[in-house]
DNA sequence: GAGCACTGC
């Protein structure tokens, strides 16, 4: 299928007469050692913008120059007012004036370390200065810039075009999952998301397309992040030419500089640590109040605190920093009462209040509410009304909200911790660290200088708080990273130059993980399944599932349970009509298995959609679409369903890509075997075992005790089960649950379910009857795999 | 009979 070819977000190569044109003359000496082709971008006169740009050797005088030139240099068109106007409010960034520094340090040096609070211009000025001086145009190379969130790759690429005077997907341009907007030969300085570099890098190892790299955010610390570190820095070494910047939003900069000090030890130079390059930054001063003795329950404090300041302090919007869900729309609810009780008492001295919750799985529109202005007056004369947020975490760095004078933090937050014994990702609340606290706080000074009142104790503040957030490389399962780092070429990951090294169980379990699932063989090396599975953005149990799924000629049904199985969960549940969501849900089950569920969620949701199969649609929630309804009456997150649509299309796109065919059994009952035997060869290390009559299980070798999910649709308790997900709460539960035939896990995976090494237990009891069966219908013989497989696919 | 902090490919 090429049907993505004709999509509006792929701008395919179209010769332009001006590019044309720009191929002519030459009469820069530097170009002399130009090979002939790469000539096209460069200026013929001296009446040119970019006349006696050296690439590398730019000074800053040479670019305001050119910023001031009457022609736009990248495009050879006269500068619009709209750039004149935006440049004026360019020069007063406080980088803008650090350009002739910036040019000096970028001409001297291979990496350099910056640093600048929000508010700086670093992440729209510095890519734009770079490009003045390396003019990656003339070598047919691109300067990059990553970004941590799409969003923000998107936004900044905007106003970068803005500010450059270009249409966004030219010159300038971006590229995200699901989109790209950037257009081969003319697009020279592209955003792009973290992800998306570290994904290309998998396929050019040298990253060949680029002559300079800047890293954004590098603070955040994503995993993404901080692998591209560290093939960055390896890469330094080999490409001279390549450029690297990495930007932080925080002090810790000296870690980045000795990371990156560059020195040759073998003609014994001592290391010295990156140049580091500060920016000032632009934001008003927050005044920050501690409590004084440490509160017992921090959410009944932060209530507490927000009616505090709604009766005392001056006008201005409220933030509010608490974990979950749940703890927000219960705050939510008792603040509003609170509020109401003081206006009806006082309502000449206290305004109204509006209450407004905020996390990711809420939907867009009732998102939307964050940027409603605060209420009137209740009547004319009286004291105006109050805007609260009550927000998780998206609102530290993901979701700005303007207008906000005070924030009341806490100091905690709910992340995932993996915990590499038992394999499992849980969800704790846990405190944050000084530089996460300084950052919420900042959320006060956006428009105005505010206040931030923490939760806490100063000397709480400065003894317990850690001053950084563990970046998540320390804190997540590694499988897919080392897939990829394998598929990259790293073959010894232990000895990898990481900032931070992961603990060596983690990667243990992930190498473990990656040999059971034979993306690697025995000696760590990629295999050619291996090969193929790092080329899927799934987790390492999905690839191996979908590619094996022809094999038993249902992949056109694995292909939409993987999709389904990485979007957000898509079950609604209105607090106030959950007998109506769990009735709708209840239709929508197969009892046969959660997977199956999900199967029939999609059919369903596919077939009441209006489908435009060329077009690849956006990452905006759709909306508008005829199936908004059936989603909403269904009780389904319309915006999940979107984005299963757009993953199942990226998935068949990259299946087509790599001879991964697309089938579908005619035969219900054959079909759903095959279904539940290709979800084996994926999961077959997330399998339990029932023990007893009572509902518990035992994870497989795990041994954990754990009950099936309230969610879980079965109705019936089947001996074996395979399970998407063990999750911790206040029990330890498994979600997403089929049923499985033991038979199939000594089939496929005979390396896994080894009796000989197999801890003992009933579980091993129970296998070693089937496998005692099998053998007695085999006449004694090994047992042969009903079907012929690939030889990638078996375990060895 | 319970929950999904938040990103990303």
Redesign the pocket.
């Known amino acids: 299928m090429s049907a993505h070819m004709h999509s509006k977000f792929y701008i395919g190569y179209r010769p332009s007469p001006r590019r044309l044109n720009s191929c002519m003359m030459v009469d820069n000496p530097y170009l002399a050692h130009l090979p002939p082709f790469q000539r096209g971008a460069v200026h013929s006169s001296s009446s040119s913008p970019l006349f006696g740009f050296l690439p590398r050797k730019v000074k800053g005088e040479q670019v305001r120059k050119a910023m001031n030139h009457q022609l736009n240099p990248f495009t050879k068109q006269p500068h619009s007012a709209q750039y004149r106007k935006i440049l004026e409010t360019r020069r007063a960034l406080p980088v803008f004036s650090q350009m002739d520094d910036f040019l000096e340090l970028f001409s001297k040096n291979q990496i350099i370390v910056m640093v600048g609070e929000t508010g700086a211009g670093k992440t729209t000025q510095i890519p734009q200065f770079v490009t003045y001086s390396d003019l990656p145009h003339t070598k047919g190379k691109l300067v990059a810039c990553t ?7 998107m936004s900044v690429a905007q106003r970068v075009a803005d500010e450059m005077d270009v249409q966004l997907g030219k010159q300038v341009g971006y ?4 989109e790209d907007m950037t257009e081969s030969e003319t697009t020279f300085l592209k955003y ?5 570099l ?2 290309e890098a998998m396929s050019d190892t040298e990253l060949s397309r680029y002559s300079t790299i800047i890293l954004d955010e590098a603070h955040e610390r ?3 992040t901080d692998i591209l570190m560290g093939l960055l820095k390896n890469l330094a070494k080999r490409r001279k030419d390549l450029k690297i910047i990495v930007m932080s939003a925080t002090l810790d900069t000296v870690k980045f500089q000795s990371y990156f000090s560059l020195h040759d030890s073998a003609a014994g130079e001592k290391p010295s640590p990156a140049p580091l390059f500060k920016v000032p930054g632009r934001t008003h001063p927050v005044e920050v109040f501690y409590i004084q003795e440490p509160e017992p329950d921090y959410v009944e404090a932060a209530i507490r605190t927000v009616l505090m300041i709604h009766r005392a302090e001056d006008p201005g919007d409220i933030l509010i920093f608490l ?6 729309e219960d705050a939510c609810r008792k603040i509003k009462i609170e509020a109401d009780d003081l206006l009806n008492a006082d309502p000449s001295s206290v305004g109204p209040l509006m209450c407004v919750p ?5 939907p867009l529109q009732q998102q939307q509410r964050i940027f409603d202005a605060a209420p009137k007056p209740s009547q004319a004369g009286y004291p105006p009304g109050r805007k609260v947020v009550v ?4 609102a530290e760095t ?2 700005t909200i303007d207008g906000i004078v005070y924030v009341v933090d806490p100091g905690f ?4 911790v993996y915990n590499p014994r038992i394999r499992v ?3 704790l609340v846990s405190p944050i660290s000084k530089a996460s606290a300084q950052q919420r706080a900042g959320r006060a000074g956006r428009t105005r200088p505010g206040k931030c009142f923490r939760l806490y104790t100063e000397k709480d503040f400065m003894l317990e708080l850690e001053e950084q957030t563990h970046p ?1 490389i320390l ?2 399962n590694l499988a ?1 990273a080392v897939l990829g780092l394998a598929k990259y070429g790293i073959k010894d990951l232990v000895r990898f130059d990481f900032l931070d090294a992961p603990a060596p169980e983690t990667l243990m379990r992930a190498l473990e993980l990656l040999n059971y699932l034979a993306a690697l063989n025995d000696e760590g090396e990629l295999t050619a399944l291996g090969g193929v599975m790092a080329e ?4 390492p149990q999905l690839a191996k599932m979908l590619i094996v799924s022809p094999e038993f000629r249902v992949s056109n049904e694995i292909l939409t349970i993987t999709a389904m199985l ?1 979007i ?2 898509v ?1 609604l ?1 209105p ?1 106030n009509q ?1 007998a109506a969501a ?1 009735q709708a849900k209840a239709m929508l089950t197969v009892p046969e298995g959660d997977h199956f569920t999900l199967l029939n969620v999609y059919n369903n949701y596919a077939q009441s959609t209006y489908s435009e199969p060329d077009v690849i649609q956006s ?1 905006t929630p759709l909306v508008d679409k005829d199936d908004r309804n059936w989603a909403w009456n269904n009780f389904l997150s319309a915006r999940a369903l979107a984005q299963a649509e757009n993953v199942r299309a ?1 998935l068949l796109r990259t299946m087509e890509k790599y001879d991964v065919d697309v089938i579908s059994l005619e035969d219900e009952r054959k079909r759903n075997i095959g279904i539940r035997q290709a979800l084996t060869c994926g999961f077959f290390m997330q399998v339990a075992h029932k023990e007893g009559e009572k509902g518990s299980y035992l994870t497989v070798k795990d041994n954990q005790v754990v009950a099936l ?3 879980c649709g079965l109705d019936t308790q089947p001996e074996w089960v395979l399970f998407n ?1 063990f ?1 911790l ?3 330890p ?1 498994i ?1 997403t649950v089929t049923e499985v035939k033991p038979e199939w896990l000594l089939e496929y995976a005979p390396v896994y379910f080894d009796l000989a090494s197999f801890p003992d237990g009933e579980t091993k009891r129970a296998l070693q009857r089937v496998a005692n069966r099998r053998r007695g219908t085999n006449g004694g013989k090994e047992p042969r795999p009903k079907k012929k497989l690939k030889k990638s696919q078996m375990n060895h």
């Open positions: 970004q941590p969130r799409r969003v923000a790759a590229s995200i999952r699901f792009m998301t973290d992800g998306m570290l994904r994503t995993l993404a974990t979950g869900e749940e703890e927000i905020l996390y990711s799985s809420l927000s998780t975490n998206i993901s979701l937050l709910k992340q995932t990702e849980s969800s998540e804190r997540s897919n899927f953005p799934l987790d990485s957000p969960n079950w549940r607090p959950r769990e990452m990226q999910h309230p969610s997900e999750v709460t206040k029990r539960y979600r």
